[in-house]
Protein backbone atom coordinates (compact mmCIF):
# COMPACT_ATOMS: atom_id res chain seq x y z
CA UNK A 1 0.00 0.00 0.00
CA UNK A 2 1.17 3.79 -0.74
CA UNK A 3 1.97 4.69 2.82
CA UNK A 4 2.00 8.34 1.56
CA UNK A 5 -1.79 8.42 0.09
CA UNK A 6 -2.51 6.41 3.41
CA UNK A 7 -1.52 8.95 5.22
CA UNK A 8 -3.09 11.78 3.06
CA UNK A 9 -6.80 9.89 3.80
CA UNK A 10 -5.78 9.89 7.84
CA UNK A 11 -5.42 13.21 7.58
CA UNK A 12 -8.51 13.91 5.70
CA UNK A 13 -10.06 12.12 8.25
CA UNK A 14 -8.50 13.93 11.22
CA UNK A 15 -9.71 17.14 10.01
CA UNK A 16 -13.43 16.54 8.88
CA UNK A 17 -13.65 14.86 12.50
CA UNK A 18 -12.74 17.58 13.89
CA UNK A 19 -14.59 20.48 11.91
CA UNK A 20 -17.53 18.71 10.33
CA UNK A 21 -20.46 16.89 12.50
CA UNK A 22 -21.42 13.49 10.82
CA UNK A 23 -24.83 13.57 9.38
CA UNK A 24 -27.04 11.54 11.86
CA UNK A 25 -25.51 13.86 14.70
CA UNK A 26 -26.75 16.80 13.00
CA UNK A 27 -30.34 15.44 12.44
CA UNK A 28 -30.37 15.03 15.75
CA UNK A 29 -29.12 18.31 17.11
CA UNK A 30 -32.29 19.57 14.75
CA UNK A 31 -34.73 17.57 16.06
CA UNK A 32 -33.70 18.95 20.00
CA UNK A 33 -34.29 22.19 18.35
CA UNK A 34 -37.39 21.60 16.89
CA UNK A 35 -38.77 20.75 20.86
CA UNK A 36 -37.16 23.37 22.67
CA UNK A 37 -40.38 26.19 23.13
CA UNK A 38 -38.71 29.98 20.88
CA UNK A 39 -37.00 32.58 23.60
CA UNK A 40 -35.74 29.94 26.24
CA UNK A 41 -32.53 29.68 27.62
CA UNK A 42 -32.21 26.07 25.93
CA UNK A 43 -33.84 27.27 22.62
CA UNK A 44 -30.97 30.45 22.48
CA UNK A 45 -28.36 27.91 23.86
CA UNK A 46 -29.08 25.07 20.96
CA UNK A 47 -29.04 28.18 18.07
CA UNK A 48 -25.44 29.43 19.58
CA UNK A 49 -24.36 25.45 19.29
CA UNK A 50 -26.08 25.04 15.66
CA UNK A 51 -24.71 28.74 14.70
CA UNK A 52 -20.92 27.27 15.49
CA UNK A 53 -21.47 23.94 13.52
CA UNK A 54 -21.98 26.25 10.75
CA UNK A 55 -19.20 28.66 10.97
CA UNK A 56 -17.31 25.13 11.75
CA UNK A 57 -18.07 23.89 8.67
CA UNK A 58 -17.36 27.60 6.70
CA UNK A 59 -14.09 27.65 8.28
CA UNK A 60 -13.02 24.29 8.40
CA UNK A 61 -12.42 25.37 12.60
CA UNK A 62 -12.53 22.79 15.01
CA UNK A 63 -16.15 22.54 16.09
CA UNK A 64 -15.00 22.43 19.58
CA UNK A 65 -11.44 23.44 21.16
CA UNK A 66 -10.93 20.78 22.92
CA UNK A 67 -10.42 17.83 20.21
CA UNK A 68 -10.09 15.11 23.19
CA UNK A 69 -7.64 11.80 23.28
CA UNK A 70 -7.64 10.76 19.62
CA UNK A 71 -8.95 6.99 19.63
CA UNK A 72 -8.93 5.28 16.13
CA UNK A 73 -10.30 1.91 15.66
CA UNK A 74 -8.64 0.37 12.53
CA UNK A 75 -9.81 -2.68 10.45
CA UNK A 76 -7.24 -4.34 8.32
CA UNK A 77 -7.25 -7.02 5.80
CA UNK A 78 -4.92 -9.86 6.71
CA UNK A 79 -1.11 -9.12 5.38
CA UNK A 80 -1.88 -5.38 5.97
CA UNK A 81 1.42 -4.20 7.45
CA UNK A 82 0.01 -2.28 11.56
CA UNK A 83 3.26 -0.88 12.04
CA UNK A 84 3.04 1.32 8.75
CA UNK A 85 -0.69 2.35 9.62
CA UNK A 86 0.58 3.18 13.53
CA UNK A 87 3.34 5.40 11.77
CA UNK A 88 1.32 6.96 9.16
CA UNK A 89 -1.66 8.12 11.52
CA UNK A 90 1.09 9.61 14.43
CA UNK A 91 2.45 11.38 11.51
CA UNK A 92 -1.08 12.37 10.39
CA UNK A 93 -1.73 13.34 13.85
CA UNK A 94 1.17 15.47 13.93
CA UNK A 95 0.11 17.49 10.89
CA UNK A 96 -3.39 17.74 11.86
CA UNK A 97 -2.19 19.88 15.40
CA UNK A 98 0.09 21.95 13.56
CA UNK A 99 -2.13 23.34 10.90
CA UNK A 100 -4.70 23.69 14.11
CA UNK A 101 -7.10 21.20 13.13
CA UNK A 102 -6.28 19.82 16.80
CA UNK A 103 -5.38 21.40 19.85
CA UNK A 104 -1.82 19.90 21.58
CA UNK A 105 -3.75 17.44 24.01
CA UNK A 106 -1.24 15.20 25.11
CA UNK A 107 0.47 15.59 28.57
CA UNK A 108 3.02 14.00 30.46
CA UNK A 109 0.82 12.15 33.28
CA UNK A 110 3.79 13.79 36.04
CA UNK A 111 4.94 16.84 34.71
CA UNK A 112 2.18 18.26 33.24
CA UNK A 113 4.60 19.22 30.21
CA UNK A 114 2.73 19.21 27.14
CA UNK A 115 4.38 17.31 24.11
CA UNK A 116 2.67 19.87 21.76
CA UNK A 117 2.16 17.49 18.95
CA UNK A 118 -0.44 15.48 20.04
CA UNK A 119 2.23 12.26 20.30
CA UNK A 120 3.13 10.56 23.27
CA UNK A 121 2.86 8.04 25.92
CA UNK A 122 -0.40 6.12 24.62
CA UNK A 123 -1.27 9.34 23.10
CA UNK A 124 -3.57 8.77 20.30
CA UNK A 125 -5.36 5.95 21.01
CA UNK A 126 -5.36 2.77 17.83
CA UNK A 127 -6.72 -0.28 18.61
CA UNK A 128 -6.39 -3.07 15.47
CA UNK A 129 -8.09 -5.45 15.04
CA UNK A 130 -7.93 -7.77 11.61
CA UNK A 131 -10.80 -9.29 9.52
CA UNK A 132 -11.67 -10.84 6.21
CA UNK A 133 -13.01 -8.25 3.65
CA UNK A 134 -10.53 -6.85 1.41
CA UNK A 135 -10.44 -3.23 2.52
CA UNK A 136 -9.29 -1.06 5.53
CA UNK A 137 -12.25 -0.04 7.94
CA UNK A 138 -10.81 3.44 9.59
CA UNK A 139 -12.56 5.11 12.14
CA UNK A 140 -11.87 8.11 14.50
CA UNK A 141 -14.04 9.68 17.60
CA UNK A 142 -12.23 13.03 19.20
CA UNK A 143 -14.19 12.96 22.60
CA UNK A 144 -13.19 15.79 24.61
CA UNK A 145 -12.40 16.02 28.72
CA UNK A 146 -15.71 17.98 29.81
CA UNK A 147 -17.68 14.80 28.60
CA UNK A 148 -15.07 12.26 29.15
CA UNK A 149 -15.25 13.15 33.18
CA UNK A 150 -18.56 12.18 33.13
CA UNK A 151 -18.23 8.53 31.96
CA UNK A 152 -19.44 6.32 34.68
CA UNK A 153 -19.02 3.00 36.46
CA UNK A 154 -21.74 0.87 38.11
CA UNK A 155 -21.24 -2.35 39.99
CA UNK A 156 -24.50 -4.15 40.71
CA UNK A 157 -25.93 -4.83 43.10
CA UNK A 158 -25.92 -0.93 44.02
CA UNK A 159 -27.46 1.34 45.92
CA UNK A 160 -28.71 4.31 43.53
CA UNK A 161 -28.76 7.93 44.52
CA UNK A 162 -32.51 9.03 44.02
CA UNK A 163 -33.52 5.12 42.26
CA UNK A 164 -33.27 2.90 45.34
CA UNK A 165 -31.49 -0.64 44.94
CA UNK A 166 -30.44 -1.38 41.82
CA UNK A 167 -29.80 -5.56 41.00
CA UNK A 168 -28.22 -7.59 38.84
CA UNK A 169 -31.36 -7.44 36.42
CA UNK A 170 -32.35 -5.16 33.23
CA UNK A 171 -33.77 -3.35 35.63
CA UNK A 172 -31.34 -2.82 37.71
CA UNK A 173 -29.29 -1.59 34.40
CA UNK A 174 -31.73 0.85 33.58
CA UNK A 175 -31.48 2.36 36.76
CA UNK A 176 -28.05 2.36 36.28
CA UNK A 177 -28.45 4.24 32.74
CA UNK A 178 -31.13 6.93 34.23
CA UNK A 179 -28.89 7.71 37.12
CA UNK A 180 -25.78 8.41 35.03
CA UNK A 181 -27.57 11.01 32.78
CA UNK A 182 -28.75 12.83 36.23
CA UNK A 183 -25.01 12.32 37.31
CA UNK A 184 -23.81 14.54 34.15
CA UNK A 185 -26.23 17.50 34.64
CA UNK A 186 -24.96 20.04 32.04
CA UNK A 187 -21.25 19.43 32.64
CA UNK A 188 -20.80 16.92 29.81
CA UNK A 189 -21.93 19.88 27.43
CA UNK A 190 -25.74 18.23 27.28
CA UNK A 191 -27.34 17.83 25.23
CA UNK A 192 -25.65 14.79 24.80
CA UNK A 193 -25.19 11.08 23.87
CA UNK A 194 -24.77 7.71 25.69
CA UNK A 195 -23.01 4.49 25.01
CA UNK A 196 -23.48 1.79 27.06
CA UNK A 197 -21.58 -1.53 28.43
CA UNK A 198 -23.13 -4.09 30.27
CA UNK A 199 -20.53 -6.99 31.59
CA UNK A 200 -16.98 -7.52 31.00
CA UNK A 201 -14.55 -6.39 33.90
CA UNK A 202 -14.25 -2.87 34.63
CA UNK A 203 -11.70 -1.94 31.57
CA UNK A 204 -13.68 -3.99 28.77
CA UNK A 205 -16.91 -2.72 30.28
CA UNK A 206 -15.24 0.98 29.97
CA UNK A 207 -13.96 -0.25 25.81
CA UNK A 208 -17.66 -1.48 25.03
CA UNK A 209 -19.00 1.67 26.06
CA UNK A 210 -17.29 3.80 24.01
CA UNK A 211 -17.69 0.94 21.27
CA UNK A 212 -21.25 1.86 21.26
CA UNK A 213 -20.32 5.54 20.53
CA UNK A 214 -19.42 4.14 17.02
CA UNK A 215 -22.90 2.96 16.37
CA UNK A 216 -24.88 5.29 14.26
CA UNK A 217 -27.68 7.64 16.13
CA UNK A 218 -30.22 6.20 13.72
CA UNK A 219 -29.60 2.01 14.21
CA UNK A 220 -32.03 -0.35 15.95
CA UNK A 221 -31.06 -2.39 18.67
CA UNK A 222 -30.80 -6.16 16.92
CA UNK A 223 -31.37 -7.62 20.46
CA UNK A 224 -35.27 -6.88 21.42
CA UNK A 225 -34.75 -6.55 25.35
CA UNK A 226 -31.81 -3.81 24.57
CA UNK A 227 -34.03 -1.90 22.21
CA UNK A 228 -36.58 -1.44 24.83
CA UNK A 229 -34.31 -0.07 27.25
CA UNK A 230 -32.84 2.53 24.54
CA UNK A 231 -36.23 3.38 23.79
CA UNK A 232 -37.00 3.99 27.49
CA UNK A 233 -33.75 5.68 28.19
CA UNK A 234 -34.28 8.01 25.79
CA UNK A 235 -37.82 8.98 26.06
CA UNK A 236 -37.36 8.94 29.91
CA UNK A 237 -34.38 10.73 30.46
CA UNK A 238 -35.59 14.06 28.65
CA UNK A 239 -38.07 14.27 31.63
CA UNK A 240 -35.41 15.20 33.89
CA UNK A 241 -35.71 18.47 32.59
CA UNK A 242 -31.45 18.87 32.79
CA UNK A 243 -31.63 20.43 29.03
CA UNK A 244 -29.28 21.83 26.72
CA UNK A 245 -25.84 22.65 29.17
CA UNK A 246 -28.04 22.25 31.95
CA UNK A 247 -30.01 24.88 31.75
CA UNK A 248 -33.53 23.28 31.98
CA UNK A 249 -35.49 21.92 28.60
CA UNK A 250 -36.87 19.41 27.08
CA UNK A 251 -34.25 17.06 25.75
CA UNK A 252 -30.83 16.33 27.63
CA UNK A 253 -30.35 13.27 25.67
CA UNK A 254 -30.01 13.01 22.17
CA UNK A 255 -28.69 9.17 21.78
CA UNK A 256 -28.77 6.02 23.91
CA UNK A 257 -27.03 2.83 22.51
CA UNK A 258 -26.34 -0.22 24.77
CA UNK A 259 -24.29 -3.17 23.94
CA UNK A 260 -24.03 -6.69 26.28
CA UNK A 261 -20.94 -9.01 26.36
CA UNK A 262 -20.70 -12.12 28.76
CA UNK A 263 -18.75 -11.23 32.66
CA UNK A 264 -17.55 -13.33 35.13
CA UNK A 265 -20.30 -14.81 37.57
CA UNK A 266 -18.66 -12.66 40.12
CA UNK A 267 -18.83 -9.33 38.67
CA UNK A 268 -21.33 -7.60 37.50
CA UNK A 269 -20.36 -3.76 35.50
CA UNK A 270 -22.42 -1.37 33.72
CA UNK A 271 -20.35 1.28 32.42
CA UNK A 272 -21.16 4.00 30.71
CA UNK A 273 -19.25 6.83 28.02
CA UNK A 274 -21.11 9.90 27.64
CA UNK A 275 -20.66 12.50 24.99
CA UNK A 276 -21.72 15.72 24.35
CA UNK A 277 -23.26 17.12 21.65
CA UNK A 278 -19.84 17.97 19.69
CA UNK A 279 -19.80 14.13 18.99
CA UNK A 280 -17.15 14.06 16.18
CA UNK A 281 -16.83 10.65 15.06
CA UNK A 282 -16.10 9.62 11.85
CA UNK A 283 -14.82 6.79 9.47
CA UNK A 284 -13.23 6.25 6.09
CA UNK A 285 -13.41 2.59 4.24
CA UNK A 286 -10.09 3.02 2.40
CA UNK A 287 -8.57 1.12 -0.68
CA UNK A 288 -5.95 -1.43 0.94
CA UNK A 289 -4.01 -1.39 -2.69
CA UNK A 290 -3.56 2.34 -3.18
CA UNK A 291 -4.60 4.27 0.49
CA UNK A 292 -7.48 6.08 -0.67
CA UNK A 293 -10.04 6.47 0.81
CA UNK A 294 -13.26 4.92 -1.65
CA UNK A 295 -15.94 6.13 1.05
CA UNK A 296 -17.35 7.69 4.24
CA UNK A 297 -19.44 6.56 6.53
CA UNK A 298 -22.45 8.42 9.19
CA UNK A 299 -23.57 9.99 5.94
CA UNK A 300 -26.14 8.46 4.75
CA UNK A 301 -29.46 10.51 4.31
CA UNK A 302 -30.44 13.95 5.08
CA UNK A 303 -27.70 16.63 5.28
CA UNK A 304 -28.67 19.42 7.32
CA UNK A 305 -26.77 22.80 6.57
CA UNK A 306 -27.41 24.85 10.35
CA UNK A 307 -26.77 27.85 7.90
CA UNK A 308 -29.28 27.04 5.28
CA UNK A 309 -31.92 26.70 8.33
CA UNK A 310 -34.55 29.48 9.12
CA UNK A 311 -34.32 30.74 12.65
CA UNK A 312 -37.57 31.76 14.65
CA UNK A 313 -36.82 35.32 15.46
CA UNK A 314 -38.66 35.57 18.58
CA UNK A 315 -36.78 37.71 21.45
CA UNK A 316 -35.50 36.21 24.35
CA UNK A 317 -37.56 36.19 27.70
CA UNK A 318 -34.16 36.80 29.25
CA UNK A 319 -32.64 40.45 30.22
CA UNK A 320 -29.57 41.10 28.12
CA UNK A 321 -27.34 43.04 30.04
CA UNK A 322 -23.53 44.49 28.74
CA UNK A 323 -20.51 44.65 30.42
CA UNK A 324 -17.07 46.38 29.91
CA UNK A 325 -14.25 45.18 32.08
CA UNK A 326 -13.05 46.79 34.39
CA UNK A 327 -16.65 46.32 36.31
CA UNK A 328 -17.07 47.54 39.20
CA UNK A 329 -18.82 45.50 42.27
CA UNK A 330 -22.53 47.54 42.10
CA UNK A 331 -23.19 46.46 38.41
CA UNK A 332 -22.45 43.01 39.45
CA UNK A 333 -24.54 43.21 42.58
CA UNK A 334 -27.41 43.70 39.97
CA UNK A 335 -26.91 40.59 37.98
CA UNK A 336 -29.09 37.77 38.43
CA UNK A 337 -29.35 34.89 37.57
CA UNK A 338 -31.03 33.80 34.15
CA UNK A 339 -29.81 37.33 33.48
CA UNK A 340 -27.46 37.06 29.67
CA UNK A 341 -24.12 39.12 29.60
CA UNK A 342 -22.66 40.28 26.65
CA UNK A 343 -19.08 41.66 27.03
CA UNK A 344 -16.89 43.57 25.35
CA UNK A 345 -13.47 44.41 26.51
CA UNK A 346 -10.51 42.01 28.52
CA UNK A 347 -10.76 38.78 29.79
CA UNK A 348 -7.85 37.09 30.43
CA UNK A 349 -8.31 32.82 30.12
CA UNK A 350 -7.19 30.77 33.39
CA UNK A 351 -7.47 26.84 33.37
CA UNK A 352 -6.00 24.21 35.85
CA UNK A 353 -2.13 25.60 35.73
CA UNK A 354 -3.34 29.38 36.26
CA UNK A 355 -5.80 28.60 39.07
CA UNK A 356 -2.78 26.78 41.17
CA UNK A 357 0.03 29.19 39.85
CA UNK A 358 -2.16 32.05 40.96
CA UNK A 359 -2.88 30.94 44.59
CA UNK A 360 0.98 30.79 45.40
CA UNK A 361 2.11 33.47 43.17
CA UNK A 362 1.29 37.29 42.18
CA UNK A 363 -1.05 37.67 39.09
CA UNK A 364 1.24 39.04 35.99
CA UNK A 365 -1.35 41.41 35.05
CA UNK A 366 -3.61 43.72 37.29
CA UNK A 367 -6.54 41.60 37.63
CA UNK A 368 -8.96 43.89 39.75
CA UNK A 369 -12.55 43.93 38.03
CA UNK A 370 -11.30 41.76 35.44
CA UNK A 371 -12.78 38.86 34.06
CA UNK A 372 -11.56 35.13 33.99
CA UNK A 373 -12.39 32.74 30.71
CA UNK A 374 -11.76 29.01 31.63
CA UNK A 375 -10.80 27.93 28.49
CA UNK A 376 -7.84 26.16 26.22
CA UNK A 377 -7.83 27.71 23.33
CA UNK A 378 -6.28 26.49 20.23
CA UNK A 379 -3.96 29.17 18.78
CA UNK A 380 -2.10 29.48 15.67
CA UNK A 381 1.28 31.91 15.30
CA UNK A 382 1.49 33.37 11.79
CA UNK A 383 4.81 34.50 10.02
CA UNK A 384 4.85 37.29 11.77
CA UNK A 385 5.04 35.87 14.95
CA UNK A 386 1.47 37.20 15.18
CA UNK A 387 -1.29 34.92 17.48
CA UNK A 388 -4.54 33.88 16.02
CA UNK A 389 -7.43 32.44 18.00
CA UNK A 390 -8.56 29.29 16.02
CA UNK A 391 -10.88 27.65 18.94
CA UNK A 392 -11.89 29.00 21.98
CA UNK A 393 -15.01 27.74 23.97
CA UNK A 394 -15.23 27.79 27.31
CA UNK A 395 -14.06 24.12 29.83
CA UNK A 396 -15.53 22.94 32.82
CA UNK A 397 -15.06 25.44 35.41
CA UNK A 398 -15.64 22.96 38.66
CA UNK A 399 -11.91 21.86 38.09
CA UNK A 400 -11.50 24.82 39.89
CA UNK A 401 -13.29 24.62 42.55
CA UNK A 402 -10.64 24.37 44.88
CA UNK A 403 -9.36 27.69 44.27
CA UNK A 404 -11.44 29.97 42.34
CA UNK A 405 -13.09 31.87 45.48
CA UNK A 406 -9.91 32.68 47.36
CA UNK A 407 -8.42 34.13 44.08
CA UNK A 408 -11.18 36.07 43.21
CA UNK A 409 -11.04 37.84 46.59
CA UNK A 410 -7.87 38.25 46.20
CA UNK A 411 -7.23 39.61 43.46
CA UNK A 412 -10.71 41.23 42.78
CA UNK A 413 -11.75 39.63 39.86
CA UNK A 414 -15.50 40.06 39.28
CA UNK A 415 -16.58 37.44 37.06
CA UNK A 416 -15.66 33.94 35.81
CA UNK A 417 -17.08 32.61 32.73
CA UNK A 418 -17.10 28.87 32.12
CA UNK A 419 -19.56 26.14 31.39
CA UNK A 420 -21.10 23.37 33.83
CA UNK A 421 -20.77 25.71 37.02
CA UNK A 422 -19.58 25.50 40.40
CA UNK A 423 -19.77 24.67 43.78
CA UNK A 424 -20.97 26.04 46.99
CA UNK A 425 -17.30 27.28 47.99
CA UNK A 426 -17.36 29.68 44.78
CA UNK A 427 -20.82 30.25 45.59
CA UNK A 428 -19.91 31.99 49.33
CA UNK A 429 -17.55 33.32 47.61
CA UNK A 430 -19.71 35.48 44.76
CA UNK A 431 -21.82 36.35 47.81
CA UNK A 432 -18.83 37.96 49.72
CA UNK A 433 -16.72 39.42 47.52
CA UNK A 434 -19.06 40.50 44.78
CA UNK A 435 -18.66 37.94 41.86
CA UNK A 436 -20.55 36.03 39.37
CA UNK A 437 -20.34 33.02 37.60
CA UNK A 438 -21.56 33.22 33.68
CA UNK A 439 -21.82 29.65 31.75
CA UNK A 440 -21.10 30.02 28.51
CA UNK A 441 -22.61 27.59 25.92
CA UNK A 442 -19.95 24.69 25.87
CA UNK A 443 -18.30 23.53 22.72
CA UNK A 444 -19.46 26.64 20.81
CA UNK A 445 -15.66 27.20 19.99
CA UNK A 446 -15.90 29.26 16.42
CA UNK A 447 -18.73 31.70 18.12
CA UNK A 448 -16.54 32.37 20.79
CA UNK A 449 -13.35 32.85 18.64
CA UNK A 450 -15.29 34.80 16.14
CA UNK A 451 -16.32 37.31 19.42
CA UNK A 452 -12.67 37.99 20.11
CA UNK A 453 -11.28 40.46 18.11
CA UNK A 454 -7.69 40.75 19.05
CA UNK A 455 -4.88 38.38 21.24
CA UNK A 456 -3.31 41.66 23.28
CA UNK A 457 -0.77 39.40 24.93
CA UNK A 458 0.40 36.03 27.01
CA UNK A 459 1.67 35.08 30.28
CA UNK A 460 3.08 32.02 31.58
CA UNK A 461 3.56 30.19 28.30
CA UNK A 462 5.74 28.37 30.33
CA UNK A 463 2.56 25.86 31.15
CA UNK A 464 1.51 25.56 27.19
CA UNK A 465 -0.93 26.86 24.76
CA UNK A 466 -4.20 25.65 26.39
CA UNK A 467 -2.80 26.56 30.09
CA UNK A 468 -1.30 29.35 29.33
CA UNK A 469 -2.27 33.34 30.29
CA UNK A 470 -4.15 34.77 26.63
CA UNK A 471 -5.21 38.39 27.38
CA UNK A 472 -8.05 38.58 24.57
CA UNK A 473 -10.16 41.64 23.32
CA UNK A 474 -13.71 40.60 22.71
CA UNK A 475 -16.63 42.05 21.37
CA UNK A 476 -20.57 40.69 22.25
CA UNK A 477 -19.49 37.93 24.56
CA UNK A 478 -22.82 36.04 24.83
CA UNK A 479 -22.84 34.21 28.35
CA UNK A 480 -25.61 33.75 30.92
CA UNK A 481 -25.56 34.42 34.63
CA UNK A 482 -26.23 30.99 35.96
CA UNK A 483 -24.23 31.90 39.59
CA UNK A 484 -25.11 35.54 41.01
CA UNK A 485 -23.89 37.27 44.65
CA UNK A 486 -26.74 36.38 46.09
CA UNK A 487 -26.83 33.14 46.93
CA UNK A 488 -28.38 31.73 43.70
CA UNK A 489 -27.49 28.69 41.26
CA UNK A 490 -29.25 27.24 38.46
CA UNK A 491 -26.80 24.78 38.52
CA UNK A 492 -28.14 23.72 42.30
CA UNK A 493 -31.70 24.37 41.32
CA UNK A 494 -31.72 22.33 38.11
CA UNK A 495 -29.86 19.22 39.99
CA UNK A 496 -32.25 19.36 43.04
CA UNK A 497 -35.63 19.26 40.48
CA UNK A 498 -34.15 16.80 38.19
CA UNK A 499 -33.41 14.09 41.70
CA UNK A 500 -36.96 14.79 42.67
CA UNK A 501 -37.96 13.64 38.89
CA UNK A 502 -35.12 11.26 38.91
CA UNK A 503 -37.45 9.40 41.81
CA UNK A 504 -40.13 9.07 40.00
CA UNK A 505 -38.56 6.14 37.94
CA UNK A 506 -38.09 4.18 40.66
CA UNK A 507 -41.01 1.37 40.43
CA UNK A 508 -39.82 -2.03 38.27
CA UNK A 509 -39.71 -1.36 34.82
CA UNK A 510 -38.63 -4.36 33.46
CA UNK A 511 -38.49 -7.78 34.48
S1 LIG B 1 -18.41 20.25 23.66
FE1 LIG B 1 -17.92 20.42 25.83
S2 LIG B 1 -17.56 18.33 26.58
FE2 LIG B 1 -17.49 18.33 24.33
S3 LIG B 1 -15.35 18.50 23.90
FE3 LIG B 1 -16.20 20.55 23.83
S4 LIG B 1 -15.93 21.40 25.89
FE4 LIG B 1 -15.60 19.20 26.01
Redesign the pocket.
Known sequence: MTMEKFQESMYKLIVETSTKLPRDVRRAIKAAKARENAGTRAAMSLATITNNISMADDQVSPI???T?LPTFKIKTPVGVNQIQIKKAILEAIAQATKDGKLRPNSVDSLTGENSGDNLGAGTPVIKFEQWEEDYIDARLIL?????ENKNIQYSLPSEIEGLGRAGRDLDGIRKCIMHSVYQAQGQ??SAGFIGVGIGGDRTSGYELAKEQLFRSVDDVNPIEELRQLEEYVMENANKLGIGTMGFGGETTLLGCKVGVINRIPASFFVSVAYN???YRRLGVKINAETGEINDWMYQEGEHIDFSKEVEDETETEQKIVTLQAPITEEQIRELKVGDVVQINGMMYTGRDAIHKYLSDNESPVDLNGQVIYHCGPVMLKDEEGKWHVKAA????SIREEPYQGDIMKRFGIRAVIG?GGMGPKTLAALNEHGGVYLNAI??A?QYYADCIKSVEGVDLMQFGIPEAMWHLKVEGFTAVVTMDSHGNSLHADVDKSSLEKLAQFKEKVFS
Not at 143 to 147: A, D, I, T, Y
Not at 393 to 396: L, R, S
Request: proline fraction near 5%; glycine fraction near 36%; charged fraction near 15%.
Open positions: CQDGKGGGCGCCWAGPTTKGGA
